[in-house]
Each structure stands twice: as structure tokens, then as C-alpha cells.
């Protein structure tokens, strides 16, 4: 179990699974104990101790308020019907994977994303960023706190080193390079932490200076 992240208001905890090395991400108010799971992918016994271990992270009983899947592949939504039954919270996906994420787990998405929207729970506020490309409603979110650097929850969009996989598409590599130029490299600042769906997180800053790098090799 790792902890990321501890912003005063709130704490990031993160925990891989699965021999993808998905991260599943928990958001935790200091102060409410409300909190927002990002990607149940796949292991639900271990995201549950992390849930466990976090309740250590609060002043008050930690409870999940909302579950956001960043997008529709299956190494990500493996634990999601079990997240639902075990904590009973609302599920939110992109409009545009919701339906993909309902045919392959069978469970209903609660509330359908759309770029600007704002994930509300109790204290705890997180923006929405719809990234097209690896997946027609990949999602990132942005968590802002009082002071400090922002966090991004990117998903499968953005990697250290990269933009996610479009599968040799040209189309879908501009599309997603420009989303996250503009959306995310155009929005943010340098001292901005990236939080990806596998593997090891990043900045802005240290990313920035290869961005013509990455559309000139179109991946």
C-alpha cells in the first residue's frame, strides 16, 4: 500500500493490481472522511484494504461517495461491480464509454461525464477533462486543493514519456495529443502531479519540453 500524497485537506492514497500494474486511486477529505475511488480495476480484496487503511486518513468515518472509471478497457472496471456492491456509491464514466462499461460488467453507470463537469462529494471536488482519443470518453480528473500543486487523474491518456495508445491511428493520436495539449499542458502548471493508470506518476514540468518530440514520432 502506498501513500501518495498527503495535501493537508485531503490525502491520495494509490495501490497496483494486476499483472497490467493497474492503479487504482482513493481521494480522502481530511476533515469529512468522504471520498471518491478512481478505477476499480480488477482486485477488488486489495482496493478494499486500501479502503481499510484509510480510514486512518481522516478526523472522520471514511465512507466512498463516488466511483470514476477514467475509461472503458477492461484492465480497469475488472472490480467494479464488486466496488458497487460493497459500498453501495454512485458509478461515473465518460458519456461517450458508459455504455461499454455497462456491457462488460453488467452494472448501470450513475452519472454520464461530459468535459467541464465537476465531481461533488461532500468536501471533496474534483473537475472533469474529457480526453479523446485512446478511448472515445476517456476522462481525466483534476483535483484542486486550497494551496499546493494540482493532481490529475489521467487514465490511460497520459504517461511519463507519452500520450496513451491510439494503435497506430493517426486521427486518434491528434485527437488525443491535442486534448492534452490543450486540456491539460494548456490549463495547468509545471508543478502539476500526474496521476496515469499504470506505472509511475509525473509533472507537468517534466514533461512539457518533449511535447514536439511526441507529435513528431506520432505516438
Known sequence: MTLLHDLGFAVIRSVSVSDMNNNVYLVTSRTSGAQVLIDAANDWPVIEGMLEDARDDAAAATSVGAIVTTHQHRDHIGALAEARRATGAPLLAGADDADAIEGHTGVAIDRRLSHGDTVAVDDLSLGIVHLRG????????????????????????????????????????????????????????????????????TTLGAERPRLEEWRARGW
Not at 146 to 158: A, E, I, R, V, Y
Not at 169 to 175: I, L, S, T, V, Y
Open 134 to 201: 485512446h478511448t472515445p470518453g476517456s476522462v481525466a480528473l483534476v483535483l484542486d486543493g486550497t494551496s499546493g500543486p494540482t493532481h490529475l487523474f489521467t487514465g490511460d491518456s497520459l504517461f511519463p514519456g507519452g500520450v496513451g495508445n491510439t494503435w497506430g491511428d493517426a486521427g486518434r493520436f491528434e485527437q488525443l495529443f491535442t486534448d492534452v495539449s490543450e486540456r491539460l499542458f494548456g490549463a495547468f502548471g509545471d508543478d502539476t502531479h500526474v496521476h496515469p493508470g499504470h506505472g509511475a506518476g
